[in-house]
């Protein structure tokens, strides 16, 4: 297999359809500072990234990666992103990579030629797509080596979850929007978010919640503890540009105070 993929590779398969990337932010709320804007797929006709998925083949998911990896670094730093401070939060396909130190090449290319530093590019996988265990941590600890961060996405929605812990501890964990929906009516939800938060701390690793889309998720979720926070409550993805994000109220706001972000690695 790896053959295959590395001479379809060299041999110049291309992914030909236009795109683009909009940008959404994951806030700090205690240090009221934008941590991370993620990169999300999107057409240059505006077409969203399902659409434009559906062009990929098994040819050229290699390439599309790729292209997406470059789309992102690019676009980044004509918006000066770096410059906010905050990171450049990337999604990657592991089965699109063939050999972690081979396929990463043009990453750090491309972000040598932008300026882009690669301490701020963050790599996010979602545990939904199934992999292999031991590539994946090769790739992850092959980008750790090279200065990246890593980040689970979707975490608990998929097939890896705590056993993917035990073996490998990212930067970051995104729980998965279908435990936040809701939470502020789910004592269920309630109880596992507010258990994960002292694990995943232990590990040293940072907890964001996505798909936050009311104010009252939003108060559930700030008083667990939560200071990381993603989702069309604060800001909708910008198409080619970074979004203001709004900021919500709470009551308890303000009343201590905010812990420096660090990470542990």
Not at 241 to 257: D, I, R, V
Request: charged share 20%; glycine share 8%; hydrophobic share 40%.
């Amino acid at each position: 297999m790896t053959g295959k993929n590395c001479k379809a590779c060299k041999n110049g398969a291309t992914f030909d359809i236009p795109i683009t990337m909009a940008f959404q932010p994951m806030l700090a709320i205690g240090a009221q500072k934008v941590f991370a804007y993620e990169a999300l797929l999107r057409g240059k006709d505006g077409a969203g990234p399902r659409q434009v998925f559906s062009h990929v083949t098994a040819e050229t998911l290699h390439a599309f990666d790729q292209t997406c990896r470059t789309t992102s670094i690019e676009l980044a730093t004509e918006l000066n992103l770096a410059d906010s401070g905050a990171l450049l939060s990337m999604n990657f396909l592991p089965n699109a990579v063939y050999d972690p130190k081979a396929c990463i090449q043009l990453t750090l290319e491309t972000a040598r030629k932008t300026g882009f530093p690669v301490d701020r590019i963050m790599f996010e996988f979602t545990e939904t797509e199934r992999v292999d265990t031991q590539k994946l941590l090769e790739i992850l600890a092959t980008y750790r080596r090279l200065g990246f961060k890593t980040a689970i996405d979707d975490f608990g929605a998929g097939y890896s979850g705590l056993k993917l812990l035990t073996l490998f501890q990212p930067d970051v964990v995104k729980l998965d929007a279908g435990l936040i929906r809701g939470i502020d009516s789910s004592r269920a939800k309630q109880a596992i978010v507010r258990n994960s938060i002292p694990m995943l701390e232990e590990m040293g690793i940072l907890i964001v919640c996505e798909g936050i889309e009311t104010q009252e998720e939003y108060d559930t979720l700030y008083d667990l503890g939560v200071d990381l926070m993603q989702g069309y409550l604060f800001a909708k993805p910008g198409f080619e540009t970074l979004p203001t994000p709004h900021w919500p109220s709470h009551s308890k706001q303000g009343s201590e105070q905010s812990v420096p972000i660090r990470f542990s690695r």
